[in-house]
Structure formats: C-alpha cells, structure tokens
C-alpha cells in the first residue's frame, strides 16, 4: 500500500517537478554560470573548451590555475559601478509600481461592482474582463499605437482642448506616458480577477451591522470592506507588478528612447550587443528583485488574512 502511495505521488508530481527543472532550474543555473563568464570575442561567451596543441582533440581550458582566466566578479562591479544601471532599475520600479497604483484605483471599483452584480450577470461580467486576452498581445499594443498617435483621435482631441487654453499641442506615443497607459491597459484583467475573487466572498451582514452601529459609508469601507479585500490587494499587486517590471514589448514598441525599462536593455545586451555575462548580471539582479516583491507580497498577503479574521 505504502509503495502504491509514493507511485501515485511520484506520477502525480514528478511531471511537473521535470518541467520546472529543464525549463527553469537548468536554465537559471546556467545565466548564473554565465553571469560570471567572459564574453566572447565574437560576442556570446568565451569558450570553455578548445583544441590541444599537442593532440589537436577538444579538452577543458579551465583548471585550477588559470580558472581566473574564464571566470571573473567584473561583470557585477560593472553593474554596480555604473549608476545607469541602477538609475534604469528605479525607473523600472517607479513605472512598475505607478502601473500598479493606477490598476488597483480602476479595477476596485470594477471588482466591486461586479461582485455586488446579480448573479445571471456575473459570468458575463467577468468574461468582458477577459475578453482582450482573447487577441494577440501585439496587436492590443500597435491598436494603442495608433490612438496614441498624433492622427488619432484622442491626440486630435486632447491637443484641440489644449489650444483652447494657449498650450502648444503634444505628442503622446513614444512617451512615458504612453508606456504607463498601455501597461495599465495590458494589466488590468490580472488585478481585476483577485479583487473579484475577495470581493464576491465578502459577507453583507458584516456591512448591515456597521451601518446598525452608526458607521457612514465611508466607514463602511474603510473599516470593514477594505481590510477584508487586502488579500485580493496583494494578490492583485503580485500579478501586476512583477511581469511589469520586467515587460520589454510594450516600451519597446509605444516608449521610444525615454521609456526604455530594463528589460529593453536585458534583451538589448543579449540580442545587439552580444554581451551575455552582463545580460546574465542584469537578469539576475531582476529575478532577485522579483523573488523579493514576491516575497513580501506573500507576507502582506497573510498578514492581511490574519487581520481579516
């Protein structure tokens, strides 16, 4: 019966433990190992291996003597030498944690009202939420190119309003400020969905009972409805910050040069100028930085559990 069990076991969870290891432990062993490399003189990274002049055949180049050779901390010093670098990774923070800000002010009261909806219509609710996913990424995004452009109609209309009050008409797309519209836009669903989810849960009586004690409206929320909704909040947060954080397309394609993230300059470092060890340093000081939000969203997240009971 005990080896029944541990089969069952093994089967249910060993292929999805192969799969977090080939595609994930692996290849993140791997950036770490390259982290430390040279790069090659052709780009990529200096080979490990290379012809014998004696014998001719491929051996290892590496050994206890020359290691220094092939491996070396420069590629970290540079990173934290340069203050591009890190004034790169505040500026990602900053465009990360505003997109989150907005997402949480539009989508609390969308998740609000569809988790007060009836219940015939909540599906259809959350199934409009839902509906962009059903299109292509890029397409979504080359659609805000051409609103956001100077011959679409939300510049056409916002410059006409500004002309009425003497301000010289503005561009929109491949601005900052079309980098945060965008990843609001992309990421709306991901904070509406948790929020939904807390919400929906959420028991009316404790609300009739605040308003029987005398607590406003006001009150009502503050007090009852918004502490119960913190684990939907972090959550929510979770999903919104971290992938915008290390989002590429999007500045890629609506930023231009003043709203490039580090992503761009990861994908940058490995696809134009070639230099793998500092894209590798590069990816690794963002994953830490998303282990770390993710990190202290799972406590937030259980905090506000245990303030909720």
């Not at 793998?276 to 994953?287: A, D, E, K, Q, R």
Request: proline content about 6%; some cysteine; glycine content about 8%.
């Amino acid at each position: 019966m005990t080896r029944s069990k541990n089969l069952a076991k093994w089967l249910i969870s060993g292929p999805p433990l192969l799969y977090l290891i080939f595609f994930f432990a692996i290849p993140t062993a791997m950036m770490a190992f390259a982290a430390f490399r040279f790069p090659g003189d052709y780009g990529g990274l200096m080979p490990l291996f290379g012809a014998d002049p004696a014998t001719g055949k491929n051996v290892l180049l590496v050994n206890s003597q020359n290691w220094h050779d092939y491996l070396t901390l420069d590629n970290f010093a540079r990173f934290f030498q340069e203050a591009v670098y890190i004034e790169l990774f505040i500026k990602s923070f900053g465009y990360a944690l505003l997109t989150t800000l907005l997402c949480l002010l539009a989508s609390y009261p969308l998740a609000w009202l569809i988790a007060r909806s009836p219940k015939k219509w909540r599906d259809l609710l959350v199934l409009l939420v839902i509906l962009p996913f059903w299109s292509n990424f890029l397409i979504r995004v080359y659609a805000w190119m051409i609103i956001l452009g100077p011959q679409g109609y939300f510049a056409k209309l916002v410059n006409t309003l500004l002309g009425v009050v003497g301000i010289a008409p503005q561009q929109f797309l491949f601005t900052p400020f079309a980098v945060i519209i965008v990843l609001v836009y992309v990421h709306l669903p991901f904070m509406v969905l948790p929020l939904y989810a807390n919400l929906e849960k959420h028991d009316m009586a404790l609300l009739d009972a605040a308003q029987d004690l005398g607590a406003s409206r006001w009150q009502r929320f503050w007090k009852v409805t918004w502490p119960l909704s913190l684990p939907g909040v972090y959550a929510g947060a979770a999903l919104v910050f971290i992938p915008a954080l290390g989002i590429f397309a999007v500045p890629d394609l609506v930023g231009g040069t003043d709203g490039i993230m580090i992503g761009n300059l990861i994908k940058q470092q490995f696809l134009d100028s070639r230099d793998w060890p500092f894209g590798s340093v590069l990816s690794i000081m963002l994953t830490l930085s998303v282990l770390l939000m993710a990190g202290l969203m799972a406590v937030l997240g259980r905090g506000g559990k245990r303030n909720a009971l």
